[in-house]
């Protein structure tokens, strides 16, 4: 059953009563939850443990979570995690992702192309300002615009001041704006890394299942002035196993969260956004599917972003059947029916009421705009975009710069532009086929704009045609494009170029109406968190937006069709696991750790899972004990857990971790590196 506690907090908006559910949270930084920590589990947090905390974690660009772990810079995080980076090592005569890496010295760690590591430094609260940069009587498009430019304006001087990496992010819905400054971590080498047959042991059948059996975890080093780096703060090494009931600690970053949605937008959720996203992802799967059956080399390149697209394939679908079940939307429903109730028996709070029907009514405008796209997913075609906003914006002041183009954000921009990471015409050419395809079903064979792009020729023979004839694979053609900047890209003859400038103009309105949008609801959101907090009082914690936040929980099982799941595994069950699906390929685990099995104490402990209340983004972060040691590694969630996008539950959901000491006994006995295992923590 749900626990149900009832706290005091003095939260991020004010101190009222509020109602938690279980371990319920994913808490900034600067605003901890002491008092519950306290009160539910006799925990005292204190400021030097917290600060400890967030210097050891880091945040991939890539999309994940990950920790130091020892005073000369390595780094843990999934395997999934930096898989990214793995598919762009490899090659046709070394597939790290079939047969892992282990760097036997400093010397043969593998430098990644274009991995940033962001490493959280301070937290600025700059509500007030931006605030006062926008009118009271602006119009959503005026508002818009005013924002855009205090927020430009705030991340440019912190960086000229500081150097690091600034960004402005909006929480509680637009209530609220802290400026998060990061140190960068740009060259970032591999260490070691299992075969994807012990990381994704069990496949997509096991994927968001318990229990698991997974070595889903991965070594780095960040390197400063072309030397490991001096770190003072990371994580100790536990090398205890966790019992039951034990209190542990998640540092990462979460990705999005819509726990502040209304039922309305919820209902947007179910009926339109998630069923298009699963059509599109199931498109693509067939799609990277059967470029795989080309043979060993086309199923190589392809198997990364085959293996994305499969686990985002699961786990909306997972989403959507939470949010299909009745109960779900009861109990949302039964909350807003008594928070409106409340509002509109306080005259102060009545008028914010609005708030809600301003929601509703732009779910229909979100669903009319859901086909309206003409970004073309490839990486070249991303490449070439990208370089043409960026040649546009760069004439334009700062502050009036479409966001990812301003000049706090340009390093990182360049870094991702100028990546040597290998881009293959077959793989290319089939995806951008497939999307102009898509652009015909949307806009019509008709349409102008596709008339124009097609030039006379079908999908497959005009993707063929601009992949082989353009340049943009070509690193130093992008940096001569860049430097040379609008003249030069004008003056391009580039196919890839130029299909990206007739798209353009289509893409700037489309995003334009779509920022309308989305400042209109930011607005009603900050009026919604206003009235929720003046009833209810905050959660204690903002929706997840992929920056760094503490979450805790609980060792702990779960209760599953009338069975108990226990809540550790250990590698004999792993064995055992694969003995029981003996001739199912993705149940195979790899010969050496066969070799390794006399070697192994097979009662060491290898994955658990926990009530922390975690969500995608949260791959790869690390989990801590009491003492701040290093215990385990984020690296999914159960089935039960999908729905935490928007209502958390610890009655059955539960966060997957790999733990510490099978990460150690793996590294020193089966992939025999002592001394790397050795170092771990030190």
């Given at each position: ?10 939260g ?134 005013q ?21 402005v ?81 998640v ?55 085959l ?35 409340a ?5 102060s ?51 009036q ?14 870094q ?66 860049v ?9 391009s ?9 007739w798209?353009?103009?289509e ?26 907090t003046?009833?209810?009082?905050t ?35 792993a ?43 949260n ?8 003492d ?21 539950s ?33």
């Amino acid at each position: 059953m749900t626990t149900t506690v009832m706290l005091t907090l003095s939260g991020a908006l004010g101190g009222t009563a509020v109602t938690l559910y279980g371990d319920e949270g994913m808490y900034l930084f600067n605003d901890l939850p002491k008092e519950t920590l306290k009160s539910r589990h006799d925990f005292e947090i204190t400021q030097a443990w917290a600060d400890h905390l967030r210097l050891s974690s880091v945040r991939f660009n890539s999309g994940g979570s990950g920790s130091f772990v020892s005073s000369d810079g390595l780094v843990l995080t999934n395997h999934h995690v930096a898989s990214d980076t793995l598919h762009k090592l490899s090659t046709p005569e070394r597939n790290l992702i079939d047969d892992g890496f282990t760097a036997r010295s400093i010397d043969e760690e593998l430098k990644a192309p274009d991995l940033e590591l962001n490493q959280l430094h301070s937290i600025e609260n700059v509500t007030d300002r931006v605030n006062a940069a926008v009118e009271d009587d602006a119009d959503p498009e005026t508002a818009f615009k005013q924002r855009r430019a205090i927020i430009a304006t705030i991340e440019n001087e912190s960086f000229e001041s500081t150097g690091f990496r600034s960004d402005v992010i909006t929480l509680f819905g637009g209530a609220q704006y802290h400026l998060y400054r990061y140190k960068k971590y740009t060259d970032v080498r591999l260490v070691w890394a299992p075969e994807t047959a012990a990381a994704f042991f069990g496949g997509d059948a096991d994927n968001f299942e318990y229990p698991r059996y997974n070595l889903d975890a991965t070594l780095m080093r960040v390197y400063e002035d072309g030397k490991p780096a001096k770190l003072e703060h990371f994580l100790a090494w536990n090398d205890q196993p966790l019992q039951g009931g034990e209190l542990v600690f998640v540092s990462g970053n979460p990705g999005r969260t819509q726990r502040i949605y209304t039922v309305d937008a919820l209902r947007y959720l179910r009926d339109n956004r998630l069923p298009y996203v699963l059509d599109y992802l199931r498109r693509k799967e067939i799609l990277m599917q059967q470029f795989s059956l080309n043979g060993a080399e086309a199923k190589r390149r392809g198997r990364d972003e085959l293996f994305g697209i499969q686990n985002a394939r699961k786990a909306y679908t997972g989403m959507l059947a939470g949010l299909q079940n009745p109960q779900t939307f009861a109990a949302k429903k039964g909350r807003e029916d008594k928070l409106l109730a409340a509002i509109a028996d306080d005259a102060s709070l009545a008028p914010l009421a609005d708030a809600w029907q301003d929601v509703a009514k732009l779910q229909k405008e979100k669903a009319e705009m859901l086909d309206q796209s003409v970004n073309l997913r490839s990486s070249l075609f991303s490449l070439a975009m990208n370089t043409v906003l960026l040649a546009e914006e760069d004439t334009k002041p700062n502050e009036q710069r479409l966001s990812e183009f301003t000049d706090a954000g340009r390093e990182s921009l360049l870094q991702r532009l100028l990546s040597t990471a290998p881009i293959y015409d077959d793989l290319e050419t089939i995806k951008l086929a497939d999307e102009l395809s898509r652009l015909i079903e949307v806009r019509g064979a008709d349409d102008d704009l596709v008339v124009e792009i097609l030039a006379g020729k079908g999908p497959r023979e005009r993707a063929a045609e601009i992949v082989a004839g353009t340049r943009m694979d070509e690193v130093p053609y992008r940096k001569e494009l860049v430097d040379g900047g609008r003249a030069v890209v004008l003056q391009s003859d580039d196919p890839m170029i130029q299909l990206t400038r007739w798209l353009e103009p289509e893409y700037r309105r489309i995003r334009e109406i779509n920022e309308k949008i989305d400042e209109r609801e930011r607005q009603a959101y900050a009026k919604i968190t206003e009235a929720t907090t003046a009833v209810e009082g905050t959660g204690g914690y903002p929706d997840a937006t992929f920056t760094l936040r503490l979450a805790f929980g609980t060792v702990k099982g779960y209760d599953e069709d009338g069975k108990w799941i226990e809540p550790t595994t250990d590698f004999a069950g792993a064995f055992t696991h694969a003995a029981d699906h003996e001739g199912q390929e993705d149940f195979d685990l790899p010969s050496r750790w066969y070799d390794a099995k006399d070697r192994l104490d097979l009662s060491t402990q290898l994955n658990f899972v926990c009530t922390a209340d975690i969500i995608g983004g949260n791959s790869g972060s690390p989990v801590v004990d009491r003492d701040g040691k290093l215990v385990g590694l984020i690296f999914d969630g159960n089935i039960q857990s999908l729905t935490a996008d928007y209502l958390y539950s610890d009655e059955q959901a539960r966060a997957v971790s790999v733990s510490a000491v099978g990460i150690r006994e793996a590294i020193e006995k089966i992939y025999q590196a002592p001394d790397l295992a050795k170092s771990l923590g030190q």
